[in-house]
T-cell receptor, first 111, second 115 residues
Framework: DAKTTQPPSMDCAEGRAANLPCNHSTISGNEYVYWYRQIHSQGPQYIIH???NNETNEMASLIITEDRKSSTLILPHATLRDTAVYYCIVRSSNTGNQFYFGTGTSLTVIP | KAGVTQTPRYLIKTRGQQVTLSCSPISGHRSVSWYQQTPGQGLQFLFEYFSETQRNKGNFPGRFSGRQFSNSRSEMNVSTLELGDSALYLC???FGRGTGNTEAFFGQGTRLTVV
């Protein structure tokens, strides 16, 4: 699976949009981009995933660049409960259901 | 519907003992994967089971083993516990296999402390 690069930490003001970037320049055509988050000592929570089109669900939006080498997770109106570590993962079918978690981005939402 | 259930939530064991952790996946999900999370190594993949067969294995010693039952419930076992095995053990449940387009849902984990 392709490697991802994320900033180690970010801050966001409560009520503002949080934009979390991820670089995956070696992504292959059949690899999906997944986002998970983990609130301290809990299990990772699935947020969203996509292949090449932008995706939106009730939690967030995923914007994937046309060349698919990077993506941005957008939390439209960040709340204090969104404070967590966010993981960007690139996954193919070649590794079954194995997910490679990097170090992620620690997002702090500030009141 | 019910999520992924891991039991027990917390466990304290002594070095040299063995431990068994349990994971019940989401109803209808046939794949269960296990991960170890430590402050130093982050989240690391242990193994994946699908239809009662181990399909994938991470880089862990043979003291770490698992199995899956016909109802898709899974157990993992760690024998001859070491202090370094202290970690949060997470189980992930996935509906199918063979495509990258299936999300995994995680349980709350079992916090194992080895003393």
């Amino acid at each position: 699976d392709a490697k991802t690069t994320q900033p180690p930490s970010m801050d966001c003001a409560e009520g503002r949009a949080a934009n979390l970037p991820c670089n995956h320049s070696t992504i292959s055509g059949n690899e999906y981009v997944y986002w998970y988050r983990q609130i301290h000592s809990q299990g990772p929570q699935y947020i969203i995933h996509g292949l090449k089109n932008n995706e939106t669900n009730e939690m967030a939006s995923l914007i994937i660049t046309e060349d698919r080498k990077s993506s941005t997770l957008i939390l439209p109106h960040a709340t204090l409960r969104d404070t967590a570590v966010y993981y960007c993962i690139v996954r193919s079918s070649n590794t079954g259901n194995q997910f490679y978690f990097g170090t992620g981005t620690s997002l702090t939402v500030i009141p | 519907k019910a999520g992924v259930t891991q039991t027990p939530r917390y466990l304290i064991k002594t070095r040299g003992q063995q431990v068994t952790l349990s994971c019940s996946p989401i109803s209808g999900h046939r794949s269960v994967s296990w991960y170890q999370q430590t402050p130093g190594q982050g989240l690391q993949f242990l193994f994946e089971y699908f239809s009662e067969t181990q399909r994938n294995k991470g880089n862990f010693p043979g003291r770490f083993s698992g199995r899956q039952f016909s109802n898709s419930r899974s157990e993992m076992n760690v024998s001859t516990l070491e202090l370094g095995d202290s970690a949060l053990y997470l189980c992930a449940s996935t509906f199918g296999r063979g495509t990258g387009n299936t999300e995994a849902f995680f349980g709350q984990g079992t916090r194992l402390t080895v003393v």
